[in-house]
């Protein structure tokens, strides 16, 4: 079957090209996942942790490493190049060539002996040279796939045929010297193309003495000292002398917005992680005193600007306004460093001295991107990212193949995650009239009926992120004490690929008929042990999980003693419940093969027709009498299409579009039903649909401020377009005012949008008429990306720039009809007045007020500014927590048209995952009902969210009513069991008995 199914190449093993793996092997594709390097993971596998979630980097990409190279749809190549690409989609032929290892994959068992004998010593890439490898290797301690493989360039036996040390202290004999390469041609349909990015080399920017002053580090090599398993086991100290620094600078724009190195494009990220690593930095280091030197502030994303506020006020770290910090000098006594910089304040050059300095390096097209783009035969645009277009952002320039992540364009994790989904069904819809079905491999689940719970316990370092403050040898000595343990050990990094191994092996060693994992989180680590203790035969809800890093490691980081005996508490109870778990089934439930978008803007109609595109029908719900949404308001230009132009292009092919149906002035009234099972009840009948995607956009904020609707030259951006496009400009004298409605009380967050939108028509009123004097008066200009390439284009144009103070917004009065506009200049450092013929309105962005009248009938939840809230920011940012609903474009927070339709593309991905199946699987953790202690009260009815229940005359006793649960319909919430005044509703796999258990031993002394 799998020969037949349609396949697609997937080249890049960091986190888009997972995700995209993932998505496609999901929706029955199979998937040739080509990584070049020994294992996946890219990037994000160097980080320490992910903002604003805090987060470990690797505890939040690791399952998804495993998953993926589990999955049985994906074929994992690593250590794999593409050598040529012929033919055209759907039918190309690809030609890879899988380069030697040097050990046998199926032999290897990572147990390390080879690399301890190993006596070459080389820098290890993946700590960026701060420490040290051998010449036979697993990259880093979580590696997917975890099998060694040596360095063809620094063995001694491969290069001399001298040593031969780890063939002969191989146990398993994987040790293969001989080992060639093999080329492969592989049939695809479609390719998308994933291979990340490269960081700036900070050695280019000589100014800053990086590689000649050891105390200046780059971004990525800080990202290693904090890491746990990085040189120094998640310590700041000084390379020079390994003492704690006081005072560490970050220096911004370091490869980036620079005419210099001709990366004169901003990377977008750089400014959100230095704030990340400043506080995890002084988090780390008691009494440290972190500065970041800045240009502009780019905190743009969802609660970005929350953060920058957070990290100002709460964590204390100074945020430096320079020009361009001019350079660095050492005292060579102390190795302290001397930043020179211009200080806007003073407008004088000032010092000051640091122990540390950390150079935000900015992103880089990958290594090779121009052999890519010659064997895929694709255009590179001018700094040598993959060439997109505004209108087709995940399209590469040759029809079949996709770019996704930060090979387009530099990009945060959530947008490459979300992005790399939304090629996958760009992909999918070249292949999809091949898609197969998965058959689930069976595995034989061990019978535990009447058994004497026999329970294994692993406890997780985690690096500093548990050990660094839990006495972890303590806990796993204190949990062989308890009464059904019959194992329990330390395991390095729970989540990773030998870990998984390792439970499975114990399971079957010991006889294992329980098992518990004491770690981080189970919102994100849960159903990856469950899968593994499945695959050893256990039934998954055998399985029990104690969360000691959030619960204790983190919250009490300055308290070990407490930490490691609250771990032992958290430890107790769940034993103690495990000892009463009982296996729990699914029950397979149909499929609606359809999906319902609520939505007609450019991201409802994107997700519908990449959905339609797959073949299955789609119902477009749009309250409005007609189809584009925001875009039908915006009429400037981009890669020489306006907007508004675009968006009449695609309601053009949404009509003509056989599988989509649109349904016009239609409210949703109300949803029921569950996921694959959706009833949608709008103001023109039902509808049954298997997915939703949310696609109902935000509005323009409606300025009160600013004279405006007082004043008729006192316009928005949007209103200043209409008068554009009639040619009804005759003002002389233009002042734009950024941040209305945005970055102030009511709204504290940025509208993203606002600053290229502004740059955009000012650009085009100074091209019009060279003579017409356009100010704008801004708090920071946002032109992440390539929009930095507008800001520098303005400024070359003539349109003048003028930053205000964050809490000093400017002043417009009028006298009769003329307009006065007064703000504070910092650069200046004083007052100018201006007296414009015409002041435009930055406005920002909205969301619609009945966000949250849909978010309850959908059971999903909002954001504290009243967006639609993802199930998790990095690893599921297009989808909600309930199953089976999806989210896209402003909806979820304020975002460009191109970006718009990428995350639409995604969220289209993610519901085809559900309807192309044939069936789904309900809940196992569900409410459960006992028919002789209910008696049909009904006080659980009306309190269960999800109407999963419903009262109903018993068949054995028609004067009786009982309560009946909805398997599809229950999410397993509780509430139905907390409100039963009879007991009689319980949950499965959290019992009364079981509760009882776990907190019983919650009140036993550990000691």
Sequence with gaps: MADKMGAVLVVGGGISGVQTALDLAESGFKVYLVENKPSI??????????????????????????????????????????????????????????????????????????????????????????????????????????????????????????????EKNCPAGAIKYDDKPVEEELDVGAIILAPGFNVFDAKLKKEYGYGIYQNVLTSLEFERFLSATGP???????????????????????????????????????????????????EHTAGLKPTIFFMDIRAFGKEF??????????????????????????????????????????????????????????????????????????DLNSYGFAGTSTYSPLSSSRDGIFVTGAFAAPKDIPTSVAEASGAAAKAGAYIADKRGVLEESAVQEIDVEGQEPRIGVLVCDCGINIAGTIDVPAVVEYA????????????????????????????????????????CTPRTHEPLFQSTIKEAGLNPYLFEMANIRDQCSWIHMNEPEKATKKAKDLVRMAVAKSRLLEPLYESKLPVTHS??????????????????????????????????????????????????TFAKELADKV?????????????????????????????????????????????????????????????????????????????????????????????????????????????????????????????????????????????????????????????????????????????LGDDITIRPDMVVLSTGIRPHADNEELAKMLKVPLSKDKYFLEAHMKLRPVDFATNGVYLAGLAHWPKFSDESMAQASGAAARAIT?????????????????????????????????KAITIVVDPK?????????????????????????????????FKNQQIIAAIDAALEECD
Aim: hydrophobic content about 35%; proline content about 4%.
């Design 957 to 989: 006793d028609a004067e009786k009513k009982k309560a009946v649960v909805n398997e599809g319909l229950c999410k397993g919430c509780g509430c139905c069991v907390a409100a039963c005044p009879s007991g009689a509703m319980e949950q499965r796999g």
């Design 41 to 166: 993971g890219g990037v994000m596998s160097q980080l320490d942790k992910t903002f604003p979630t805090n987060d470990c980097s690797m505890c939040i990409l690791s399952p998804k490493l495993v998953e993926a190279s589990r999955h049985p749809m994906i074929t994992l190549m690593t250590l794999t190049d593409v050598l040529s690409v012929e033919g055209e989609a759907p039918n190309f032929k690809v030609k890879v060539v899988h380069n030697p290892r040097y050990v046998d994959f199926d032999k290897c068992v990572g147990c390390g002996i080879c690399a301890e004998k190993c006596p070459v010593k080389v820098p290890n890439e993946y700590d960026v040279g701060l420490m040290i490898r051998k010449a036979i290797y697993i990259p880093f301690a979580q590696a997917v796939p975890l099998k060694y493989s040596i360095d063809a360039t620094k063995c001694l036996k491969l290069n001399k045929d001298r040593c031969g040390l780890c």
């Design 480 to 519: 062989k004490s308890l009464k059904n343990v019959e194992y329990a050990e330390e395991g390095k990094y729970a989540c990773s690929a030998d870990c998984q191994e390792r439970i499975k092996d114990l399971i079957k060693e010991h006889n294992l008929n329980r098992f518990v994992v004491a770690s």
């Design 305 to 378: 600007e929350d953060y920058k506020v957070r990290a100002q006020n709460e964590y204390g770290i100074q945020m430096h306004r320079a020009a361009r910090v001019a350079n660095i000098i050492e005292d060579p006594e102390t190795k302290n460093l001397i930043l020179r910089y211009s200080d806007p304040s003073t407008n004088e050059v000032s010092e000051e001295e640091f122990d540390m300095v950390v150079l935000s390096v900015g992103l880089q097209p990958p290594v090779g991107a121009t052999s890519l783009s010659k064997i895929f035969n694709i």
């Design 914 to 946: 559900i309807i192309s199946k044939p069936e789904l699987k309900s809940e196992g953790v569900i409410a459960a009902v006992n028919d002789d202690a209910c008696d049909g009260c009904a006080i659980c009815e009306p309190v269960c969210e999800y």
């Design 595 to 644: 999906a319902v978008v609520v939505g007609g803007g450019i991201s409802g109609m994107t997700a519908a027709l990449d959905i339609a595109a797959q073949g299955f029908k789609v119902d477009i719900i749009e309250r409005t009498g007609a189809l584009g949404g925001n875009a039908a308001k915006i009429h400037h230009e981009e890669d020489g299409k306006k907007i508004s």
């Design 655 to 827: 009509s003509a579009d056989k599988n989509i149906t649109v349904h016009l002035n239609t409210e949703v009234q109300d949803v029921g039903g569950f996921v694959g099972n959706f009833k949608i009840q709008t103001s023109q009948g039902e509808i049954e649909t298997g997915s939703v995607v949310v696609a109902v956009g935000a509005e323009e904020y409606k300025p009160t401020e600013y004279l405006y609707g007082q004043n008729s030259n006192v316009v928005t951006q949007l209103e200043l377009e209409e008068k554009m496009e009639s040619g009804n400009i005759p003002a002389k004298r233009i002042a734009m005012i950024q941040c209305v409605g945005s970055r102030n009380t009511d709204a504290p967050y940025c509208s993203r949008v606002c600053c290229a939108n502004a740059i955009k028509n000012a650009i085009s009123l100074k091209k019009a008429d060279p003579s017409k004097d356009i100010y704008v008066f801004h708090k920071d200009i946002r032109t992440y990306g390539f929009r930095e390439d507008l800001y520098k284009e303005a400024s070359s144009l003539g349109v003048k720039f003028i930053r205000v103070p964050e809490d000093k917004p400017p002043m417009v009065s009028q006298d009769g009809s003329a307009l006065t506009l007064t703000a504070f200049d910092t650069i």
């Design 232 to 282: 120094y086991g998640g310590h700041v100290v000084r390379p020079s002398d390994q003492q704690t620094p006081k005072k560490v600078a970050w220096i911004q724009c370091v490869g980036s917005r620079d005419e210099k190195t001709g990366n004169t494009y901003c990377s977008s990220v750089c400014c959100m992680y230095a704030m990340k690593q400043a506080i995890i930095a002084g």
